[in-house]
Structure formats: C-alpha cells, structure tokens
C-alpha cells in the first residue's frame, strides 16, 4: 500500500514539473508584448478572484448581521409579550384577592358611605344577585335614589363607594339639577362583585 502511495505521489510531482516546465518555455517563448498582456491578463484574473471573495464574505457577513438582528428583535418581543403577561397576570390575580377579600354588604355600606357623606339616602332597591362573564362572578346591585343633594356631596359620596373594599362600582348615573336651588336629584345604581362560592 505504502508503495503505491509514494509511486501515485512520484507521478504527481513529475506532473507539476512537467506542467511548470512547460509553462516557462511557453513563457518564455512569448514576445515582450505578449508576456505582457498574459501578466496583466494574470494580474486582472487574480484582482478579481480578490474581488468576488471579498465580495462573498461581505455579503455573508452582511446576512449574519441580518440574522442577528432578526432573533435580536425576535428576543425582544419574547421579552416584551413575557413582562405583559407577568404584568396580566399580577392584575388578574389582584382582581381575585378583591373579588374574595372583604366580601360587601351593599346595603349596609351604601348607607355608611352615605352618612360619611352627608347624604341621606331615602330610596334603596336590592336587585338581588346575578353571574356574571363566565359564571364565576356574581354581580349584586342597588338602585339608590338622592334627591335635593349638592353635587359636591354626590362626587365625594360616589368616590368613597368605589375607593372602599372589595370591587363595588357605580353602573349607571343619571342626574336632573334643580340649578335655581343648586341641587339636583339623582338616580345612580351601585355594583358590588364577587367571585361565587364553590359548591
């Protein structure tokens, strides 16, 4: 085996001296003219095997940055969409803790926050309980009616309700002022949420 491999290796390199032999005789057989213009030939053809890989590095170089900069900005989104979704699901389990903590009796605090208020309260109608979404919410609402109030006092009264505990809202606002009086009277329905008890 090694015999064979020095006598392939022995052919090969007679070839490259016979070949480089017969390059310089043809060389130098040319005139001056042509030995210049196979130089120059030899000098473009080498400026531009220069130029093309130079040219494919750069356009390779150039995709790299381009990939890089795809999963750069891809990385970025993932990052992005993972603190909105931390942030939706702090909010989430915020809105539960107030859905199960400080379960309100609507009543009972309509009318403490009216007499925080200042307002006497003389209409209050209970509409009982409803789900809500998906089921697991039950909604509980009054209808209250104020009449003769200052609208300060109703501002500070409907802001005190929904600052308490629990999640308790004003669904609907309507007001008829009596301006030469400077009070109106006010019809408001007030909501109180809570996540339904498992059966």
């Given at each position: 085996?090694?015999?064979?491999?020095?006598?392939?290796?022995?052919?090969?390199?007679?070839?490259?001296?016979?070949?480089?032999?017969?390059?310089?005789?043809?060389?130098?057989?040319?005139?001056?003219?042509?030995?210049?213009?196979?130089?120059?030939?030899?000098?473009?053809?080498?400026v531009?095997?220069?130029?093309?890989?130079?040219?494919?590095?750069?356009?390779?170089?150039?995709?790299?940055?381009?990939?890089?900069?795809?999963?750069?900005?891809?990385?970025?989104?993932?990052?992005?969409?993972?603190?909105?979704?931390?942030?939706?699901?702090?909010?989430?389990?915020?809105?539960?803790?107030?859905?199960?903590?400080?379960?309100?009796?609507?009543?009972?605090?309509?009318?403490?926050?009216?007499?925080?208020?200042?307002?006497?309260?003389?209409?209050?109608?209970?509409?009982?309980?409803?789900?809500?979404?998906?089921?697991r919410?039950?909604?509980?609402?009054?209808?209250?009616?104020?009449?003769?109030?200052?609208?300060?006092?109703?501002?500070?009264?409907?802001?005190?309700?929904?600052?308490?505990?629990?999640?308790?809202?004003?669904?609907?606002?309507?007001?008829?002022?009596r301006?030469?009086?400077?009070?109106?009277?006010?019809?408001?329905?007030?909501?109180?949420?809570?996540?339904?008890?498992?059966?």
């Open positions: 085996m090694m015999e064979r491999l020095q006598l392939l290796w022995s052919d090969l390199q007679a070839w490259y001296l016979r070949l480089t032999g017969d390059l310089q005789g043809w060389y130098l057989r040319l005139t001056a003219r042509e030995r210049l213009m196979v130089s120059a030939a030899g000098g473009g053809g080498l531009f095997v220069v130029f093309l890989t130079l040219f494919l590095l750069a356009i390779a170089a150039d995709s790299t940055r381009h990939r890089t900069e795809s999963k750069l900005k891809r990385l970025a989104e993932a990052e992005q969409l993972a603190t909105g979704f931390a942030e939706a699901e702090r909010a989430r389990k915020q809105a539960e803790a107030d859905l199960t903590g400080n379960e309100v009796s609507l009543i009972s605090y309509l009318e403490d926050k009216g007499g925080q208020s200042g307002l006497d309260i003389p209409s209050l109608t209970p509409k009982g309980e409803i789900p809500v979404g998906d089921g919410i039950v909604e509980s609402t009054v209808d209250l009616t104020l009449t003769d109030v200052q609208l300060t006092k109703l501002v500070n009264f409907l802001s005190a309700v929904e600052r308490g505990p629990g999640v308790v809202r004003v669904r609907s606002l309507r007001i008829e002022p301006i030469k009086d400077n009070v109106l009277t006010a019809w408001t329905t007030i909501a109180a949420y809570k996540l339904k008890a498992n059966p």
